[in-house]
């Protein structure tokens, strides 16, 4: 009987220590973001970023969380930062946040017929505008004024809302055939979301000469 007392203690001890030995912490750490997964910002403003919890279901939780990825404000473009917790067995778990930048002046990128008037001639051509990767609410044109190589910067004052201020900030670009130092700068507004114009200047040489450019978006 002694013998048998003895037997049914080592399969005790047996299925304890079995069951140890497979019962190892496997189970990831949980992180949970605070604020949203995907997240959209304008372009030069500032980002602060909310950051993520862990919690461990054999340590609790968890305070020291990786982080890995940047946001650079100042240029376009979409960013990933991944907030890692790791647990006393080892085991990992994470979660990403998409943080998006973009200029609000977006919506005006596209293809362009322009009409120049300037010393009472008329010119009519088409331009691409492309919306600037660093600068919030400027656009580019490529060939401003009927310019070959005339890349030239506007500023809409709110882009988003029409009517709304257009201006081409004091500029000197190296342009036309033949190419020389044309300094432009102007004013106007967009009267609706797809067209506006410009009352310019432009300097070239000591002499100056004034037109009014209007861009209809194809």
Known sequence: ????????ALAIIGSVIFVSCNGDDTTKPVVTLKGAADTTIVLNSIWIDPGATAEDDEDGVIT??????????NLVGTYVITY????AAGNTGSKSRTVRVRNTADGWAGSYSVIDEVNGQQYTYSDIISFSQTENRHVWVT??????????KFKFENPESVPTDVTIPQQ?????N???DRTFSGSGAATSNNSFYLNYTESTGGTSVT???????Q
Do not use: H, W
């Open 1 to 8: 009987m002694k013998k048998m007392r003895n037997l049914l």
């Open 64 to 73: 020291n969380i990786q982080v890995t990825g940047t946001v650079n404000v």
């Open 84 to 87: 890692s917790a790791t647990d």
């Open 143 to 152: 060939k401003f004024a009927y310019y070959t190589n005339g890349a030239v």
């Open 172 to 176: 000197t670009v190296y342009c036309g």
């Open 178 to 180: 033949p190419a020389a």
């Open 211 to 217: 037109g009014v450019e209007t861009y209809n978006k």
